[in-house]
């Protein structure tokens, strides 16, 4: 699976005889490289609805704008991914069947 976070690094030519101060250079690059495919950074989890506005979150409650002492779902609904403003995999909430369900 590709990462966008990062690219693979140009690796340097070899030179004709063995130099090591080339290997060790280059091996540091290709463990610079295996340490970001190991620590890739944030998990993008989930898409949320927050206030209208689709982004990528956590978790996927928040306070009701309207009663903040109170939690609501604030995942995408069918309306969301009926309207093409889910990507595929992103989880959104039917609110007629009261499930979660995943995008196409």
Do not use: C, H, W
């Not at 130099?19 to 970001?36: A, G, H, K, P, V």
């Not at 979150?57 to 991914?81: E, W």
């Amino acid at each position: 699976m590709s990462n966008p976070l990062f690219r693979a690094p140009r690796l340097p030519s070899a030179p004709v005889e063995y130099d090591r101060e080339f290997m060790e250079s280059l091996l540091s690059t290709i463990r610079l490289y295996f340490n970001q495919l190991d620590n890739p950074g944030a998990i993008l989890a989930a898409t949320q609805n927050i206030n209208n506005a689709i982004v990528t979150a956590l978790s996927f409650s928040q306070p009701d704008p309207v009663t903040p002492a109170t939690l609501r779902i604030s995942l995408p609904t069918q309306v969301d991914q009926a309207a093409g403003r889910l990507k595929t995999g992103d989880v959104y909430y039917d609110t007629t069947s009261f499930v979660l369900k995943v995008s196409p």
